[in-house]
Nanobody, 121 residues
Framework: QVQLVESGGGSVQAGGSLRLSCAASGYTSSSYCMGWFRQAPGEEREGVAAIDSDGSTSYADSVQGRFSISRDGAKKTMFLQMNSLKPEDSAMYYC???????????????WGQGTQVTVSS
C-alpha cells in the first residue's frame, strides 16, 4: 500500500518562504512521478508542480519562478520550496504519485492527506 505523508505547512506572511516535504512509502518502483496540488476553500484542486523519475519538472504559470520542486536521490521524498509567497497561495497542499508526470489530477493514483499553507498579507 502506497502511503504519502506531507509536512512543512504553516502560516507565513506575504513574501515569506516555506518548504513542503512529502515522504513516500510502500512502493519499490523508482519510476513513479510525483506532483503537488493545492485546493483553496470553494475552489477546485489545481496542479502546482510535478517531477518525473528523470527529474524533469513542470509548473503552473501562477507559481513559475517562485516555487521549486525536487526529490531526493532515492526518490522517496519530494520537496516543494515556496518563495515569495502570496495570500492567493493559501490552500491545502497535497502530494500525489503516479506513473505519468503532469499537472492533471487524473494522472495520479496515490494521494496524501494534505498540509495547510496560510499566507497573510
Amino acid at each position: 500500500q502506497v502511503q504519502l505523508v506531507e509536512s512543512g505547512g504553516g502560516s507565513v506572511q506575504a513574501g515569506g518562504s516555506l518548504r513542503l516535504s512529502c515522504a513516500a512509502s510502500g512502493y519499490t518502483s523508482s519510476s513513479y512521478c510525483m506532483g503537488w496540488f493545492r485546493q483553496a476553500p470553494g475552489e477546485e484542486r489545481e496542479g502546482v508542480a510535478a517531477i518525473d523519475s528523470d527529474g524533469s519538472t513542470s509548473y503552473a504559470d501562477s507559481v513559475q519562478g517562485r516555487f521549486s520542486i525536487s526529490r531526493d536521490g532515492a526518490k522517496k521524498t519530494m520537496f516543494l520550496q515556496m518563495n515569495s509567497l502570496k495570500p492567493e497561495d493559501s490552500a491545502m497542499y497535497y502530494c500525489a504519485a503516479g506513473l505519468y508526470e503532469g499537472l492533471g489530477e487524473n494522472l495520479y493514483d496515490y494521494w496524501g492527506q494534505g498540509t495547510q499553507v496560510t499566507v497573510s498579507s
